[in-house]
């Protein structure tokens, strides 16, 4: 079963501008991970956060979490065009599961 | 380089005929799953493996069957492929799944006639 709701499922930007996507989950996690899949091939995994993490940076990533509402969102600064692609979160369950959301396919226009 | 390998990359084949999908690792890595990529549907879990010769059912796994007789190998068999099971295929392994980072395969795309 989908964990993972991802808003919005589509969204186009200006190069430079700020992209912000948001994921919602169902049930408790160890973590929230996101990847970038562009068209059609395997997805890249971006970054992670842990449970009892807030917030985390990794370069143009900013990622927050909040167990209380079981959201996430994920934001790109300063896109590219080589950012447009989609992304999705996955929450890791258990030892055994990383259940995905649908995704949000990011365009960046030049 | 740490990755996934998963052949073939493209396969048509016709309803019945059995095929299977290879999958690698060079990463040790004990964990390793099957998913398949459908329009609105996102990524469902078919199967998963915690270790050798340990496998599990994930979400979708009716029509499929899996092995693991090496660590490094997890291939994705179809004995009757239908045209439902038309989908992209990604393998993926993980130190421990659901806790570390997914390193996923550049996908299958399958089409059954």
């Known amino acids: 079963s989908q964990q993972g709701e991802e808003d919005p499922q589509a969204l186009s930007i200006q190069e430079g501008e700020n992209a912000t996507m948001n994921c919602s989950y169902k049930t408790s996690i160890n973590n929230l991970q996101w990847y970038r899949q562009n068209s059609g091939r395997g997805l890249v995994h971006l970054i992670l956060?842990?449970?009892?993490?807030r917030e985390k940076h990794s370069g143009r990533l900013r990622v927050t979490l909040d167990t209380s509402k079981k959201s996430s969102s994920l934001l790109i600064t300063a896109s590219r065009a080589a950012d447009t692609a989609s992304y999705f979160c996955a929450g890791g369950v258990g030892a055994q599961k990383l259940v995905f959301g649908q995704g949000t396919r990011l365009t960046i226009n030049p | 380089e740490a990755q996934v390998t998963q052949n073939p990359r493209y396969l048509i084949t016709v309803t019945g005929k059995k095929l299977t999908v290879t999958c690698s690792q060079n990463m040790n890595h004990e964990y390793m799953s099957w998913y398949r990529q459908d329009p609105g549907l996102g990524l469902r879990q078919i199967y998963y493996?915690?270790?050798?010769?340990?496998?599990d059912k994930g979400d979708v796994p009716e029509g499929y069957k899996v092995s693991r007789k090496e660590k490094r190998n997890f291939p994705l068999i179809l004995e009757s492929p239908s045209p439902n099971q038309t989908s992209l295929y990604f393998c993926?392994?993980?130190?421990?799944?659901?806790?570390?980072?997914?390193?996923f395969g550049q996908g299958t795309r399958l089409t059954v006639v």
């Open positions: 993926a392994s993980s130190l421990r799944w659901g806790v570390s980072e997914a390193f």
């Open positions: 493996s915690m270790n050798v010769e340990v496998t």
């Open positions: 956060i842990r449970s009892n993490e």
